[in-house]
Nanobody
């Protein structure tokens, strides 16, 4: 079994930055893809960014590309999301997710919640002045 634990959320002013972390633990952790999703109050959980664990290929939601950077440290089993120039509409609970088996590297697959096998509990990000 794999456990994912997010951290790094908080309150930040518009234009500010935060870095989220997601530490994976469990036997033989070797994901194919990891991703960040977010869920704003009253809305569905929504894709933010994904990274291929081996090789580091990335894909972003249009509204965050150029502001957010997804990365990973394979040795530490840790996923990151660097968020810059934050906006009030980025306010949400942010979740990390992991998929064990291979999948097609196309947007429609990467953005689907049911493509991922493991989820963290989430970390709150609030962007407000």
């Amino acid at each position: 079994q794999v456990q994912l634990a997010e951290s790094g959320g908080g309150l930040v002013q518009p234009g500010g930055s935060l870095r989220l972390s997601c530490v994976a633990s469990g036997r033989a952790f070797s994901p194919y893809t990891m991703a960040w999703f977010r869920q704003a109050p009253g809305k569905e959980r929504d894709f933010v960014a994904a990274i291929k664990w081996s090789g580091g290929r990335t894909y972003y939601k249009d509204s965050v590309e150029g502001r957010f950077t997804i990365s990973r440290d394979n040795a530490k089993n840790t996923l990151y999301l660097q968020m810059n120039n934050l906006k009030p509409e980025d306010t949400a609970v942010y979740y990390c997710a992991a998929r064990q088996g291979p999948t097609a590297w196309i947007a429609n697959m990467l953005m689907r919640l049911d493509e991922y096998d493991y989820w963290g509990q989430g970390t709150q990000v609030t962007v407000s002045s």
